[in-house]
T-cell receptor, first 115, second 115 residues
């Protein structure tokens, strides 16, 4: 059972364009939604995260949009740069203290930003 | 402040041998998570440990895999009698407190190759 579905699998964007990656989740108990960035040969690095009490969160060129009713959230990378070329993973988790905090990851999106 | 340290970075084993993967969490972090990443796939949760306790091992295969996080020293993920299907990248993540379990910082991973 794939609890977090991510699309597209791969994405090519021109420098300066907007990269958009989408995720959908099934479990309404999830209440913490991070995005991770992974470069080849490296571990995932926390990029930005959102909780369902807000519909949007922005940090620099990175924005998460969250639609609780549709159980969907997306990552927008504005003014995409070649250095943004990496694999991006969405994830979901239950934040309540009684939960273990394990992250359920999407399948990943490989982003290539062309100069 | 050093991040999450994993070693070795690369490990080659022949079928039937044992693999030991080590993880030292970030300073001040007492929660350790292990995830497995198969080629072209997202990360899958394996096990969650606190010092001297396994809290959630729902993602661990029932046979050949074990994990520990002793009072002193790193967390160890042990795979006995490795098979080709165990070839993957194994990532360790740590978090700082029960209230911040979801905020996990990842190591660079150990890439296991089984010949």
């Amino acid at each position: 059972q794939q609890q977090v579905k991510q699309s597209p699998q791969s994405l090519i964007v021109q420098k300066g364009g907007i990269s958009i990656i989408n995720c959908a989740y099934e479990n309404t108990a999830f209440d913490y939604f991070p995005w991770y960035q992974q470069f080849p040969g490296k571990g995932p690095a926390l990029l930005i995260a959102i909780r369902p009490d807000v519909s949007e969160k922005k940090e620099g060129r990175f924005t998460i949009s969250f639609n609780k009713s549709a159980k969907q959230f997306s990552l927008h990378i504005m003014d995409s740069q070649p250095g943004d070329s990496a694999t991006y993973f969405c994830a979901a988790s239950k934040e309540h203290s009684s939960n273990t905090g394990k992250l359920i990851f999407g399948q990943g999106t490989t982003l290539q930003v062309k100069p | 402040n050093a991040g999450v340290m994993q070693n070795p970075r690369h490990l080659v084993r022949r079928r039937g041998q044992e693999a030991r993967l080590r993880c030292s969490p970030m300073k001040g972090h007492s929660h350790v998570y292990w995830y497995r990443q198969l080629p072209e796939e997202g990360l899958k949760f394996m096990v969650y440990l606190q010092k001297e306790n396994i809290i959630d091992e729902s993602g661990m295969p029932k046979e050949r895999f074990s994990a520990e996080f002793p009072k002193e020293g790193p967390s160890i993920l042990r795979i006995q009698q490795v098979v080709r299907g165990d070839s993957a990248a194994y990532f360790c993540a740590s978090s700082s407190s029960p209230l911040a379990k979801n905020i996990q910082y990842f190591g660079a991973g150990t890439r296991l190759s089984v010949l």
